[in-house]
Structure formats: C-alpha cells, structure tokens
C-alpha cells in the first residue's frame, strides 16, 4: 500500500499501569492506589477512589485522609509493558501492523485492512468489541499520520476519520503545551505569539530549526509526513506468562482468577496463531519453598481459556499448596494447527469432541496415571490384542483404524461361558484362525453378534471348536 494512504489508529490505555496491577476496574471494587517510584504522590487510581477525590499527583498522605481502606501498588515499568504486550496479542486479529509505544500507547496501521473488514466503521465496531472485552480503560483517535494519531488520543480528540484536512483541522487548536514538542521551555513558543499548532505549523521551519534545533523540525514534519512510531509488535515463539498475585492465596480457589486473566491472554495468542495446544504448564512460586509444577493436558487439544481454565481448575483441585502462592506462570510451547471440528450432517454420531472433552476432565481431576484407554495391538486374537494404553498418550487414530465396528472396545479379561438358546443373533459367523504358527496351540474362532434377550445388551460371543459358547465382549 503506498505510504501516503496509509491510516494510522493510535490507542492510549491511560491507567494501564495501574490496570496492570489490579485488573480492568471495577465499580464494587474499593479504592486502589498506584504510588510513584518514591511512594509519596498517587500517580493513577481508580474510579472508586475518584469518587472519594483522590487525584492524580496528589501527596499520599492526603489521598490516605480520605479513604478509609485502599488497596495499594507501587508503580512498575516491567509490568506496564507486559500488559501493553498481552493487549497487542488481543488486538493482533485485527491488525498485522502494531507497534508499541511505550509506557502505555499503541500504534495500529488500520489503513491496509479496511477493504477486508469492508470500511472504517466496520473495522471500528470490531475494534470497539474486543477493546471492551478486554475491560480496559482506552482513549483513541486515527490520523493521516502516525503522529497525529497520537496527539489526538491523548488529549482525548475521538477523531475518526480518513480525511487528512479534518484531521489536521481538530489539530489546528491544540495549545503547543499538548504537542509533544521536544523542548524544554513551550513557554519560548508563547512569548514568540506561537500559542497553537496551526500557528505553529505556518512558521518558518528554518527560523524554528536555528531557534530550537532540528529535533523541532523533524516533530512537525511527522505531523504532516508518514512516519512510524514505537517497536513493531511480533508474536513470541512460545507462550510463557508471569502474573504476581496481590494477596499471597493459600488455597486453590484464590488462584482461579489471577489464573483466568493469563488464560484469556493465551486464548488471544492462540487465535493470532490460528493453533491449539495440548498441554499447559503452570508454576506456582512460594516464598521460600520450591515452586509447584503442574501439568495439565486437553487430549485432542484446546484452544479457549474456557475449556483450560475448567481443566486447570479441576488440576488445581487435587494439588495440595504446600506455601501460599506468590506468583502464578503459565507456559506452552506444544503447537498444532487449529483444525476445526467436523460436524455431522444427520446428527446420528456421537461428537468425538464430547468425548475427548470428557476424557480430558478425567485426566484433569484423577490425574494422568489413572486413565487409561482400550487400544488394540497387532494380535489377531482378540483377547491378546486388547491392552490398555495412557489416555494422553494413546494414538487414537490408530485405534479408530484398528478397531472394527463389529468388534467391540471392552472385552472381559476372562471369557464367560454361556448358553446360545439365551440370545438373538444378529450376525455371524466370522471366523478368526490365524494358523499353526500360532504359539503355544493354535487358534480358531467363529464370531458371532447377539443380543441377550434377558439383559437387553448387545453381547459377542466366541464359539469355540468343541461346539462351546463364550462371552468374550460386550458392545456399548
């Protein structure tokens, strides 16, 4: 696309660094503090403590006087990043193009994608959608230029629009104290009778560049020229995400939530990958014990941070916390390619993502050594065939390949004799005789379908060559 069309949308999460630490806000929450490096003024709050008339740079002291409790963080840079990264992961459906823009803005190049969403207020309402899921606070404004973008969102100017003359008409009356100017005294530009951009804008760049330096000139002609702001966002090759908890949580309930906002980022990383993963690895970090590790399996794969947070919350259920938990990570680095699920047409099948979803909150809840699954090997004999497999670790397409639809899955360890005048037949005879090679007799059986009229079960029975019946399976 040719720089000169390109549209620029710029995004400013102005508690973000607060947000980082508590979470989006929320109205039943009490007042939250986020103090400066030095602790002694309130650099963001809450609408809680808003409301109670905490602001912005006010002495900490002062803001104590008037609230009752609070719940207090201190200012952390590593933090606010991170989270501007896990809202660039949330965003990265909707745009290729995002750059960071540090401590707490972001760069979308929305100008390439507009003919695929089908126009700006196309785009926008997805925009708007997932920015609101995402609970976060956010001004934002788009621009013909990168720049422009940037000043608008952040002194609050909501312009949407393709237009660069409309733009740079909003723009126009912005006082040069709000242009981002990179000098140390705007008040110089006050006494030369420059007050707003527009003035500002009209004035020799020459006699500005020899006034106040190149770095003037090169701010002002981004305003009007495309040029990018802040580092290109990518993808991580793996998945691997640390949250602090506020309040060290002694029992597993206390570990859902932080645990659910990790989930929701990696369901945004998973979607921009277009993949699902098959395992998770949560470590839990305790004061002074060594962490607890556990490792939690979906067995065909999942993909949203529903199924893996009811996955996580049965693993959590039977892992005793030894120390309370600090600090929760959630790693994954096992990919696939995200291959949908294949519907049935008439409805007469039985999902096969019901059932590895079921199998998958057994593992979960018994742990992996517990569950195992019926596999059939290359013996054919039926009753040597059958073994029990891990349920991860079972290759079911194999078994699916193997097992016949007329051979049922569970089969007795011992077979049972029975009487033939008790059952219906329905098909048979199939014959199994492998030959003499066989070791240490040989083997020969006919098979026979039947149902048990008594018990009402679909039974498979084994007639052997001395004329007596067996029952060796039964079909679910």
Known sequence: MDSTRRLWLFIEFPALALEAWFGPDDPQRPPQLLLAGNGQSVLQCNAAATALGVREGMSTNTAYCLLESVEIAQYDAQLEREQLGRLALVLYRLCADIRLCPPSGMLLEIGSMLRLFGGLDAFLEQLWAHLHRSGYRYH????????AARLLARNRIALFSQDAVRIRAELDPLPVDALDLPIKDPAKLTRMGLTTYAQLRRAPRAELGYRFGPEMVRHLNALEQPDALGQRFTLPPHFNERLELLHEATQADGLLFPVKRLLVTLEAYLQARQQSIDSLHLKLEHREQPPTRLHVQAVRGAKTAQEWQHLVGLALERQPLPAPVLAVLVRAHRFHADAGQAGDLLGT????????RLLSLLVSRLGHDRVRTPMCGADPRPLQAGRLDPATEADRSVQSATFSRHHPVFLLPEPVAVRPGDYDWLSGPERIAPGDWLQPAPFRRDYFRAWHRQHQQLHWLA??????WFLEGVFS
């Open 140 to 147: 934002c404004a788009t621009g013909h230029t990168a720049l």
């Open 349 to 356: 099948a039985y999902p096969a993502a019901d059932a590895d």
């Open 463 to 468: 007639r052997h060559d001395d004329r007596r």
